[in-house]
């Protein structure tokens, strides 16, 4: 079993940058992968990013590449997402997930936070 809880979002304006982390319990965060999804007002909840349990690997959903960045530190169980540049569209409640591979795919994911809410002003 792996719970995990999401810190560090917030209210920010168009172009300002936000660092969302997540803190897992239990002793195997390591050999888990990884990802951070969102899900806007009326929309289906779409993936963002995710990281490999090593850290070595990484993959970016087009509509953030270049513009967030996720890292995980295994000796603190954590898992975080730098988010700069950010747009109004990037407003959402995101969540991460703990899963069986380095992938886009929710499916393949068995644990989730629940949630932080990241609002951009225009």
């Known amino acids: 079993q792996v719970q995990l809880v999401e810190s560090g979002g917030g209210l920010v304006q168009a172009g300002g940058s936000l660092r969302l982390s997540c803190a897992a319990s239990g002793r195997t965060f390591s050999s888990y992968c990884m990802g951070w999804f969102r899900q806007a007002p009326g929309k289906e909840r779409e993936f963002v990013a995710t990281i490999s349990w090593t850290g070595g690997s990484t993959y970016y959903a087009d509509s953030v590449k270049g513009r967030f960045t996720i890292s995980r530190d295994n000796a603190k169980n954590t898992v975080h997402l730098q988010m700069n540049s950010l747009k109004p569209e990037d407003t959402a409640v995101y969540y991460c997930?703990?899963?069986?591979?380095?992938?886009?795919?929710?499916?393949?994911?068995?644990?989730w936070g629940q949630g932080t809410q990241v609002t951009v002003s225009s």
């Open positions: 997930a703990a899963g069986r591979a380095t992938t886009d795919n929710a499916l393949w994911y068995d644990y």
